[in-house]
């Protein structure tokens, strides 16, 4: 089975870089009909997509583009997430995912990490 798990700090203020990784088992994120994404959920909200990195590059929710950047390293098969100058709206549960089609829905989920935003 596929198992997905986020790691990185918890705390930032504003105006840092948040970093996290998701960490992949039982399959390969070279695989090139996979889509390996990153989702968010502020609380009290619902969730919104942040980005893919898949055989075709990577995609970016419009509204976080400019401070958004998801790349990979294949020898670790990892996938990870750069946000700049977070806000404390930033805050939120983040978590990384599977996606078979680049639409969704996601079939494997990482434990999600919290991640605060606060001055």
């Known amino acids: 089975q596929v198992q997905l798990a986020e790691s990185g700090p918890g705390l930032l203020k504003p105006s840092q870089t948040l970093s996290l990784t998701c960490t992949v088992s039982?399959?390969?994120?070279?695989?090139?009909?996979?889509?390996w994404s990153w989702v968010r959920q502020p609380p009290g909200k619902g969730l919104e997509w942040i980005g893919y990195?898949?055989?075709?590059?990577?995609y970016y929710n419009s509204s976080l583009k400019s401070r958004t950047s998801i790349s990979r390293d294949t020898s670790k098969n990892h996938f990870t997430l750069q946000l700049t100058s977070v806000i404390p709206e930033d805050t939120a549960v983040y978590f990384c995912?599977?996606?078979?089609?680049?639409?969704?829905?996601?079939?494997?989920w990482g434990q999600g990490t919290q991640v605060t935003v606060s001055s």
């Open positions: 039982g399959e390969s994120i070279t695989a090139d009909f996979y889509f």
């Open positions: 995912a599977r996606d078979r089609t680049g639409w969704g829905p996601y079939d494997f």
């Open positions: 990195i898949g055989y075709s590059g990577t």
